[in-house]
């Protein structure tokens, strides 16, 4: 069955940057994009942008041109999002998520981003 | 940039009752339009895509329509199981989401 597994929650200091990690399994990971998602508190969703596994292409929302960072590692299964230059306003819980059947149609169960100095 | 227009903002309904949810496209988007649930503390769930077809798992009791550029998710008998937060996404261009229904019971 897919799954696709995130990395722990961050707490991190103002200005600093963040890396995480959406461990894919269950299908052939270069088949399909790898979407993510920003939740602010009580909010609704946002899309960041999404990678090609398989070629490295990105695809991002242009609000979050210069804020995150999509990458792969297909020998580990692995789509990474670097958040740089943090503020309060990046504090959020973000989503790995991917394509098919249907957009959106499998989910990480979310990354908590903390940003406090 | 396509906003997506989602009404009611909230919403309290009685067991067994039919519910419906609207989210209006600001522009044509096709049936590139999706439904989801979140329940408090969980990962959204796809429900509808393609404006009508319902995902794997998810109970008949929920459908989809579209009228021009407005989508409807039709929820037939309220069961508890189903409160919780409702999007609608528009995957047409730039994916973007309504502002979200909050279903409680009544």
């Known amino acids: 069955q897919v799954n696709l597994l995130q990395s722990g929650a961050a707490l991190v200091k103002p200005g600093a940057s963040v890396k995480l990690s959406c461990k894919a399994s269950?299908?052939?990971?270069?088949?399909?994009?790898i979407h993510w998602v920003k939740q602010s508190h009580g909010k609704s969703l946002e899309w960041i942008g999404y990678?090609?596994?398989?070629?490295?292409?990105?695809n991002y929302n242009e609000k979050f041109k210069s804020k995150a960072t999509l990458t792969v590692d297909k020998s580990t299964n692995t789509a990474y999002m670097e958040l740089s230059r943090l503020t309060s306003e990046d504090s959020a819980t973000y989503y790995c998520?991917?394509?098919?059947?249907?957009?959106?149609?499998?989910w990480g169960q979310g990354t908590l981003v903390t940003v406090s100095s | 940039d396509i906003q997506m227009t989602q009404s009611p903002a909230s919403l309290s309904a009685s067991l067994e009752e039919i519910v419906t949810i609207t989210c209006q496209a600001s522009?044509?988007?096709?049936?590139?339009l999706s439904w989801y649930q979140q329940k408090p503390g969980k990962s959204p769930q796809l429900l509808i895509y393609?404006?009508?077809s319902l995902a794997d798992g998810v109970p008949s009791r929920f459908s989809g329509s579209r009228s021009g550029t407005q989508y409807s998710l039709k929820i037939s008998r309220l069961q508890v199981e189903d409160i919780g937060i409702y999007y609608c996404?528009?995957?047409?261009?730039?994916?973007?989401f309504g502002a979200g229904t909050k279903l409680e019971l009544k």
């Open positions: 996404l528009q995957a047409y261009s730039a994916n973007t």
């Open positions: 522009q044509d988007i096709g049936n590139w």
């Open positions: 393609g404006a009508t």
């Open positions: 998520t991917r394509d098919y059947p249907g957009p959106f149609a499998y």
């Open positions: 269950g299908y052939t990971f270069t088949d399909y994009y």
């Open positions: 990678i090609n596994p398989n070629s490295g292409y990105t």
